[in-house]
């Protein structure tokens, strides 16, 4: 697994180890160089990698590898698929906040080095050393935007001019990092038809949620919790906002909607697509997520269940740091990951107020200078000025 250090990764290996799957975690650990750069953390004190591992065997865990590998570095890549000799890999690896790619020209850079060369480096390190392996590749339901047609899995049949074709869905990223992810998408997709790899694009929503099975939220396997104006999501900081007494930012009118999934149904669906590998030559894309909801639904939630739980939780209307439409139609097809098996965790009081609970522990933790967005879709940089992280 590329990446098994970050939020969706480490309960994913964890659960595919439980589940019976020898596993090996590569990463560089630069997650974690993110947040000393950028001066934020998450809510939750996660330990180090190494850590985790040793508190993961201690409790008679599956045994998990751990190589340090970067991505950007193709004979490292290539190195340790040959010496692995994988059946199945998972790639997370990549730069996953829309936000840190709009900070500047270089944190845009980064992401496109990190995400578009990383994903072509394991490409090409499968098709000369792995060429049998199932690619289970991580993308996002973002690739897409918001169009005002239902979103296929993947692929959609059109007619034109009298002519019929199934063609990749149109994507509408709504930023740089975005922009990688569907180059991500192009790249796999051609790869498959010129070198009959095979791979399954998980295109996920936003992903909620501390816990699963295998993640304790009291324990040394602690899950990470983003509330930043960076890498947090929607959820997680209206939970923080509500531990705080502060009112729930909702960016503008509210009515941007996207897919969610609980992080249980993370690990799961990667689970399903690896125990079901596609076909040599083979690409497909499943739309990974489980529920549709708008930010001011979500708003709306936290404060109902902030209310029962004691807190006088209320909302404003902030300025929206983005550059995106606040009031769209949204529809999204996920058949296929229902298809194999999944049973979904759908969002209720109860998740919510586990998160709420999760935020009022480490109150402590929380620096609010962190909450609210700093990255701006519209903003100009003065002329002249240096492009620094």
């Not at 899950?223 to 502060?246: K, S």
């Not at 690990?267 to 076909?279: F, I, N, Q, T």
């Not at 109150?363 to 492009?387: E, M």
Request: charged share 25%.
């Amino acid at each position: 697994m590329i990446g098994g250090d970050g939020y969706c990764g480490w309960p994913s290996a964890l659960h595919l180890a439980a589940i019976g799957h020898d596993v090996t975690i590569a990463d560089n650990l630069i997650r974690r160089r993110w947040d000393r750069e950028l001066g934020i953390s998450t809510l939750t004190p996660i330990r180090t990698l190494r850590e985790r591992l040793d508190a993961w065997h201690a409790r008679g865990g599956a045994p998990i590898e751990f190589a340090h590998c970067d991505v950007t570095d193709y004979p490292a890549v290539r190195a340790l698929f040959a010496r692995v000799e994988p059946e199945a890999i998972v790639h997370f690896g990549q730069q996953r906040s829309a936000p840190f790619s709009m900070i500047d020209r270089d944190r845009a850079a980064e992401t496109l080095l990190n995400n578009t060369v990383g994903n072509l480096n394991v490409l090409w390190a499968m098709r000369e050393t792995a060429p049998d392996a199932h690619l289970v590749k991580l993308g996002t339901m973002g690739e897409y935007g918001t169009p005002n047609i239902d979103i296929e899995e993947g692929f959609i049949t059109i007619e034109h001019k009298g002519r019929r074709d199934r063609l990749p869905f149109p994507k509408q990223p709504n930023s740089f990092y975005h922009l990688t992810k569907v180059s991500d998408s192009d790249q796999i997709f051609f790869a498959c038809k010129a070198w009959k790899l095979r791979a399954t694009d998980l295109n996920q929503g936003v992903v909620y949620g501390l816990e699963t099975d295998e993640t304790p939220a009291d324990s040394d396997l602690v899950n990470r919790f983003d509330y930043d104006g960076i890498f947090g999501t929607v959820l997680n900081r209206f939970c923080v906002e509500a531990a705080l007494g502060h009112p729930l930012t909702v960016y503008g009118e509210g009515g941007q909607t996207r897919a969610f999934l609980n992080i249980r149904d993370t690990a799961r669906c990667v689970a399903l697509a690896v125990s079901a590998p596609s076909e040599r030559g083979e690409f497909r894309v499943y739309n990974q997520f489980t529920e549709i909801f708008s930010v001011l639904e979500l708003a709306e939630r936290v404060r109902r269940v902030g209310a029962t739980v004691g807190l006088d939780v209320v909302l404003e209307h902030v300025e929206n740091p983005r550059s995106e439409r606040e009031a769209h139609y949204y529809s999204s097809i996920n058949e296929h990951l229902l298809r194999l098996g999944l049973k979904p965790h759908l969002l209720d009081d109860t998740t919510v107020a586990a998160l709420i609970a999760a935020a009022v522990r480490y109150r402590g933790r929380i620096d609010s200078a962190q909450i609210l967005a700093t990255v701006r879709w519209a903003d100009r940089p003065p002329v002249g000025a240096s492009a620094k992280g």
